[in-house]
């Protein structure tokens, strides 16, 4: 189910508000957001559901096994069970998602050829997967118990306003949300606000902005031109962001509105100034997840290593965040080839950068992201040099397939004004105005009703679309 | 509550819209006969689950048979058949979903007008989604032109070769084929300069240049964009009575070449426009674009009693009486075209049966473009049938014309019908 269906909007949203907040115990809570979930699931991807239940009921268990080995002061009895469990989970996420992949590989090596049927990939299986093992991790490493409670434990894993796109959740994030029954009003409007911000970028926005990109890409590479090339990597620039910070957005406000504080996931990343910045700003608890799991690890693990020993770190770090994405060689090397920016910038280059006029420093920043995201749109490699070559103009500023044929003129508005969306400038007006002003405060509430209305209507108008990071 | 502030109080709407929604639903019951007339479709009525088969299929679960457990009830949700019939009724059934449709289609005007503001284009995008134009004088919606390249070629050659083989296996028929020309195929089209490679004529050009011998031709073509106004609709893919009347006149004319004795041609000059019908058709349909509707006019021939039989069954035709009484819809989109002239059921064969002393029978092969001038061109014959292959996947041409007593075949329609196939 996604958050702008109208099933997502007016059923299963106010009937588990209304169930939420009738009873009072956290424990009746937990089981009304624990059915929520798993039919919130089971709506999208019904037969995957014994594997989600059983994931949980996996995680849990070894969590568990791993407390009672440390309580017992057993730390390599401990270390085994929680190897047992990462494993396990590295194994069900390469099995449901890189199994295709890993086959095709083998047979291009081998060159052997035999049919294999892929398996349907569960939804969100990248997400939850990604707490569960920070939950066996933090578990291990005694900054959280083991969970005694089976109901608290199966929604953190699997509470819908983050279970199929995050933000990814360490458990210490939502564990006293948890176990309290508070009812804060305030606070749950913030979150409807909040979800109404995010519904709109992702329906008014990116849904249509998508139309264009894939319009321009439904057509040979060889007939667009340089005017149309770059129009279609800054569509895309603008709809990625405006679809997962959308969807972000409405996750943290449905989890306001339910009493919990999920993580922020973005914070206006393209206003950076270098890469390093950009990966500070964008899927923020993706990168903080590799940070605190991979990264720091192997940077205790190759601590004797003398030479680019933090450089070859993060290039493993970025070569894997790439490969979460999907598994597919474009993502490697989207994530490689910020793997290698990084570096250079950690080399010495990002000092540098730093004492260049501010406005060549965004130009910068703002190039190197536009061009990644070539990488990640364009899934067939054999397409990167017929677009790249129209990029630069190889096929002249304006080709056969041009504005008018594609019908792609009516989009610029809404795209000026998607870049003007994503600086953080209207919102700190915004922000400010609601600040000093009861009836700015109440214009601005109004304003969003009308928002919410017209983006219902969209969704009416535009019917079901799905998230692009569903499928991660 | 504490501390409800006044901005809090206008926000609770949100929860009030939240819930209004599925109360609305629980009023109004499962609604299975609404339809859309902009759309022409019935809407999805939400999809009733049989508790009888959930609890056969857990009983079949427990003795362990799970694919007829999965076939009895699990399947629809495993497949997702039952979500999506779902989540087409909840957006079907929404209240207020039509005007907030037609508010989107206004704020994605809104985009196009400021877009081509200063742009000098004299037709624009009506909506962002339908790929459909309209001259910026109001004056003809029209939607991009059909290009003319090898696969247009490739389609074209392959419909030569299906009237080849059927000349061939009926060589005791005569054949002929009435080419109605549309504006995405037209050399006049306003967008064909912005469009390189567009057909501009050019596909009609190369079917007339490799016509397969046996199969006679003629074409209602317009001499420029003014002409092609007069006979078709602004709002609608159809010609209007006008331009099938000229048809008419031009069909009758090839048909009496080889077909001596026909009856005298129908007296067609006395036409009616329907004062209080503003016809906005498929193109204002789809695009729910505010154009200026269409008069709607039809013509009153004078014919002597007939009969039509559906698939065999015989059917009342009486739309001229119901509108001639005034029985007709006055709301806007009704679609007046196949109200009138259409009995409009798709994928059946439709007969015509004069009880004249015609010698011959017709066949008639074409699309939408037939339905105006169909009961014409069958009063000249004792049994007329006609169908259209791209609705009756199923007919077997070869095997009808074995079947039944057929003298004459006639293709009829646009360049869907006559030399490309659907696109």
Request: some cysteine; aromatic content about 16%.
């Amino acid at each position: 189910m996604s958050f702008s269906s109208i099933n997502f909007l007016f059923i299963l949203l106010p009937v588990t508000l209304v169930l939420y907040y009738l009873v009072r115990s956290w424990k009746w809570r937990n089981l009304v957001l624990l059915a929520a979930s798993l039919l919130f699931f089971a709506w999208g991807d019904f037969g995957h559901v014994p594997l989600l239940v059983g994931l949980v009921l996996l995680n849990y268990g070894i969590a568990r096994w791993i407390g009672a080995y440390a309580a017992r002061n057993q730390p390599k009895a401990a270390q085994r069970v929680m190897w047992l469990g990462v494993g396990l989970n590295i194994l069900i996420l390469w099995f449901s998602k890189y199994l295709g992949f890993s086959v095709g590989i083998f047979q291009q090596i081998t060159g052997t050829q035999f049919e294999f049927i892929e398996p349907k990939r569960p939804l969100g299986i990248s997400y939850f997967t990604f707490s569960s093992l920070s939950y066996l991790l933090d578990v291990y490493y005694g900054v959280e118990k083991a969970e005694r409670n089976l109901l608290r434990f199966g929604n953190y894993i699997v509470m819908f306003p983050k279970l199929l796109q995050g933000p990814i959740t360490r458990f210490g994030q939502v564990k006293a949300e948890l176990q309290t029954a508070a009812f804060n009003y305030e606070e749950i409007l913030d979150g409807v606000r909040r979800f109404i911000v995010g519904l709109a970028k992702k329906v008014i926005i990116a849904d249509t902005i998508a139309a264009a990109t894939k319009k321009i890409l439904a057509v040979d590479m060889a007939t667009i031109g340089a005017d149309v090339a770059w129009f279609a990597v800054i569509a895309f620039t603008l709809q990625i962001y405006f679809d997962f910070s959308g969807y972000t957005d409405m996750a943290v406000g449905l989890g306001k509105m339910l009493g919990f504080r999920l993580p922020e996931n973005f914070n206006y990343p393209y206003i950076s100034r270098s890469i390093t910045e950009f990966w500070r700003r964008w899927h923020m608890t993706l990168t903080a997840w590799f940070r605190t799991y991979l990264f720091i690890p192997l940077e205790f693990a190759r601590k004797n290593v003398k030479h680019l020993r933090q450089q070859t770190n993060l290039f493993i770090v970025f070569l894997l965040t790439g490969l979460w994405h999907d598994a597919s060689w474009n993502f490697i090397i989207w994530g490689g080839y910020f793997g290698i920016i990084l570096v250079i910038e950690a080399s010495g280059w990002g000092r540098k950068l730093k004492t260049l006029p501010r406005v060549l420093q965004h130009l910068y920043a703002l190039l190197l992201i536009m061009v990644g995201w070539i990488f990640f749109r364009l899934i067939n490699p054999a397409d990167w040099g017929p677009f790249f070559g129209a990029l630069v103009g190889a096929h002249g500023w304006s080709g056969v397939s041009n504005f008018r044929t594609l019908n792609i003129v009516f989009y610029v508005p809404l795209m000026i004004a998607a870049g003007f969306l994503s600086l953080p400038w209207l919102k700190q007006k915004v922000d400010a105005l609601v600040e000093r002003s009861t009836v700015g405060s109440i214009l601005v509430d109004g304003l969003l009703l009308c928002l919410f209305a017209l983006t219902v209507a969209y969704v009416l108008s535009n019917g079901y679309a799905a998230f692009m990071y569903g499928s991660f | 509550m504490k501390n409800l502030t006044p901005r809090s109080l206008v926000l609770s709407v949100f929860f009030l819209l939240l819930l209004a929604v599925p109360v609305y639903w629980l009023v109004i019951g499962r609604q299975t006969d609404k339809k859309s007339l902009a759309e022409d479709r019935r809407l999805d009525a939400f999809p009733l689950l049989e508790l009888n088969d959930f609890s056969r299929a857990l009983k079949l679960s427990a003795v362990g048979n799970f694919k007829e457990a999965g076939e009895t009830f699990f399947n629809q949700f495993i497949n997702r058949s039952f979500q999506r019939k779902y989540e087409g009724a909840a957006s079907d059934q929404f209240p207020l979903r039509f005007p907030g449709i037609v508010t989107v289609k206004a704020v994605e005007r809104a985009q196009i007008w400021l877009a081509y503001a200063l742009l000098p284009d004299r037709v624009i995008p009506t909506d962002m989604v339908s790929n459909l134009y309209v001259m910026r004088d109001g004056s003809m919606m029209l939607s991009s032109p059909f290009p003319y390249n090898e696969e247009s070629r490739r389609l074209i050659d392959d419909k030569i070769s299906f009237y080849k083989k059927l000349i061939a296996k009926n060589p005791d028929l005569r054949f002929y084929a009435f080419y109605a020309e549309r504006l995405e195929n037209a050399p006049y089209n306003p967008l064909n300069n912005t469009f390189p490679g567009s057909d501009g004529g050019r596909n009609f050009k190369y079917f007339k240049s490799h016509l397969p011998e046996g199969l006679k031709l003629t074409t209602l073509a317009f001499k420029d964009f003014d002409e092609y106004k007069q006979n078709n609709y602004r709002s609608d893919h159809h010609w209007n009575i006008y331009g099938a009347l000229r048809a008419y006149d031009i069909i009758y004319d090839m048909l009496a070449e080889g077909y001596p004795q026909i009856s005298e041609r129908l007296d067609t000059s006395r036409t009616y426009t329907f004062p209080d019908i503003g016809f906005s058709g498929s193109f204002a349909g789809r695009t729910l674009y505010p154009i200026q509707p269409d008069e709607f006019s039809v013509a009153y021939v004078d014919l002597p009693p007939y009969q039509v039989f559906i698939d065999g069954s015989e059917v009342k035709v009486d739309a001229e009486e119901r509108y001639a009484a005034g029985n007709y819809r006055r709301a806007k989109y009704a679609h007046h075209y196949n109200n009138y002239f259409g009995t409009g059921r798709p994928g059946t064969l439709y007969e015509y049966v004069f009880d004249n002393n015609s010698p011959r029978n017709l066949l008639i092969i074409g699309n939408s473009f037939k339905w105006p001038i169909y009961p014409l061109l069958a009063y000249h014959y004792h049994q007329t049938w006609t169908v259209n292959l791209l609705e009756h996947e199923n007919f077997q041409v070869n095997k009808f014309l074995q079947e039944h007593r057929v003298d004459d075949v006639l293709i009829l329609g646009d360049a869907d019908a006559v030399f490309l196939p659907i696109h």
